[in-house]
């Protein structure tokens, strides 16, 4: 029988020939990625205990990604401390304010990330690493272990394999396949899986697209999201790193939970109304809904597939009267791509505020929200106080959706405004 993507690394990562569904492995990461939100605090962790070095330095990447810049002198001190604690631990990738951005993008952008790879982040969404064909599985104070032993367990998972077929439609995007994918599935049947995407559509998936579909798996339980790697993934690679690598892939006769067809044609945009991200249905349904904020940005859409979604519904209009709108591209990389290709001037002209790539909004951290406002943006989570108040709401769509929401100052489809959207 032959063995998924995810099998095959977990069975390499710990030493393995193969192993089986539900066995409990102990693995040896490839990766380990750190962002300057919790990483001081497992410091202070192991310091405690008498742990004074990292079991496997060379293996970590950090960014500055939630704080940037710093918005305090507690906040400064922090981020002063982490820099000098880095250069203790002898930790050489580090990307500090000016070469950072959002780590799940910024760490596959820097070519960090390769097919085949276990790499475990210590954020929810860091499954967002699959779309190169990784295994990213989220964890929290598990990384204290392994940051001092370089290695932890995890229980072997099924793969639910989404075999995607057709053409997206005008308007749709990749974040409406994701919230399709997740409303239709469910938290019961995805619980500790890993949504494996692959099937002939794949291949008009650009990365930007592909980050997306790993990075909303996490919010109906799954403990991984991939992308079959492929032709796509080489090119986007190749550039990136100077390291080798291959195309590991799943066997075509491997064993999967589930094989579950997508038509993408079919598909129309979708919004996840309060008060949770599986709560997904079309954007007619929650059309008319007035707005006070309108957010481009996070790790599930700040990329340039949003950016020039959004561009294109704002050129020649204004941002409603009534409205706020905030634009944050995912990373350095993108904020300047975004500026060569006019994005930014076109954003700006239209009333927008264009910041600097951080984590701030999608966290409530930049711009939160008054009691009794309505957000609609391409943030990762929309649960009571996600963005600041806990009396506030929140709808997550695609990014020519939010941008035609800044227009009319409501959520509209954004099919109904005339003009460029990017499929």
């Known amino acids: 029988m032959g063995k998924t993507l995810a099998e095959k690394i977990l069975a390499r990562t710990s030493g393995r020939r193969e192993v089986a569904i539900g066995e409990i492995v102990v693995c040896e990461p490839d990766v380990l990625e750190m962002i300057d939100l919790t990483l001081p605090h497992y410091v202070k962790t192991l310091r405690s205990l008498g742990i004074t070095r990292f079991k496997r330095p060379e293996r970590i990447v950090v960014f500055a990604d939630h704080e940037v810049p710093a918005h305090s002198e ?26 950072h951005g959002i780590s799940h993008q910024a760490i596959i952008e820097h070519g960090h990330v390769l097919p085949g790879m276990l790499v475990i982040g210590a954020d929810t969404h860091a499954t967002t690493l699959g779309c190169v064909g990784a295994l990213a599985p989220p964890v929290n104070y598990e990384a204290v272990q392994v940051l001092a032993t370089g290695d932890l367990w995890l229980r072997v998972p099924q793969t639910i394999r989404i075999e995607l077929s057709g053409a997206v439609p005008r308007g749709v995007m990749s974040r409406d396949i994701a919230q399709w994918v997740i409303a239709r599935l469910g938290a019961a049947q995805c619980d500790y899986r890993v949504l494996e995407y692959a099937g002939p559509a794949c291949a008009q998936l650009d990365m930007d697209a592909r980050m997306t579909l790993c990075n909303v798996a996490v919010d109906i339980g799954a403990k ?110 993108t904020f300047a791509r975004a500026a060569r290709e006019g994005l930014l001037e076109k954003f700006v002209e239209a009333g927008a505020m264009v910041t600097a790539p951080s984590c701030g909004p999608c966290y409530g951290n930049l711009s939160p929200l008054a009691e009794g406002e309505v957000c609609v943006g391409t943030g990762t989570r929309n649960e009571p106080g996600r963005m600041g108040s806990a009396k506030a709401s929140i709808y997550l769509a695609n990014a020519a959706t939010a941008a035609a929401a800044a227009i009319a100052g409501k959520l509209v489809d954004p099919r109904e405004i005339a003009g460029r959207i990017r499929s």
Do not use: W
Not at 74 to 99: C, M, N, P, S, W
Not at 225 to 248: A, I
Not at 277 to 287: E, H, I, L, M, T
């Open 74 to 99: 507690r906040v400064a001190t922090l981020q002063k401390q982490l820099r000098r604690d880095l250069a203790e631990l002898g930790i050489q990738h580090f990307y500090d304010v000016g070469r």
């Open 224 to 333: 991984a999201g991939v992308v079959e790697p492929d032709q796509v993934t080489l090119e986007y690679l190749t550039p990136r790193t100077t390291q080798p690598f291959e195309l590991v892939r799943s066997d075509a006769d491997a064993a999967y939970e589930l094989v579950y067809p997508v038509d993408l044609g079919t598909l129309e945009p979708m919004v996840a109304a309060p008060p949770s991200p599986d709560n997904v249905v079309p954007v007619s349904s929650v059309a008319g809904v007035d707005i006070d904020l309108v957010y481009i940005g996070s790790c599930a859409g700040g990329r340039m597939e949003d950016l020039r979604a959004a561009a294109a519904v704002l050129e020649g209009r204004k941002v409603h009267p009534r409205v706020r709108m905030i634009v944050v591209p995912t990373t350095q990389e």
